[in-house]
C-alpha cells in the first residue's frame, strides 16, 4: 500500500474517533443534567453506575461518588 493511502486510512481512523469522543461528550453531558436536575427518588437514582461507566472511574473513585452521592444528593447506590 502506498504511504498516501495509508496517511489517508489514518486519517479516516481519527476523525471516526473524534466523532465518537464528541458523541460521548454529548452523552456525559445530557446524563450529567439529568442527575443535577432531577428530584431524588426518581430516575436519578439509575445515573450515577452510568456515570461511573463513562468515566470510567476507579475503585476508588467510585466509593468516592457513592459516599457523596448518598450523603449530599440523596441518592443511595449499590457499592
Known amino acids: 500500500m502506498e504511504?498516501?493511502?495509508?496517511?489517508?486510512?489514518?486519517?479516516?481512523?481519527?476523525?471516526?474517533?473524534?466523532?465518537k469522543s464528541v458523541a460521548?461528550?454529548?452523552?456525559?453531558?445530557?446524563?450529567?443534567?439529568?442527575?443535577?436536575?432531577?428530584?431524588?427518588?426518581?430516575?436519578r437514582e439509575r445515573l450515577p453506575p452510568v456515570i461511573d461507566t463513562v468515566l470510567q472511574l476507579s475503585p476508588e473513585e467510585k466509593g468516592k461518588t457513592c459516599y457523596h452521592c448518598s450523603r449530599y444528593a440523596g441518592v443511595k447506590l449499590l457499592g
Open 3 to 19: 504511504q498516501y493511502e495509508m496517511d489517508e486510512i489514518r486519517r479516516l481512523e481519527r476523525n471516526q474517533e473524534g466523532e
Open 24 to 43: 460521548n461528550l454529548e452523552y456525559l453531558k445530557n446524563v450529567l443534567l439529568q442527575f443535577i436536575f432531577l428530584k431524588p427518588g426518581s430516575e
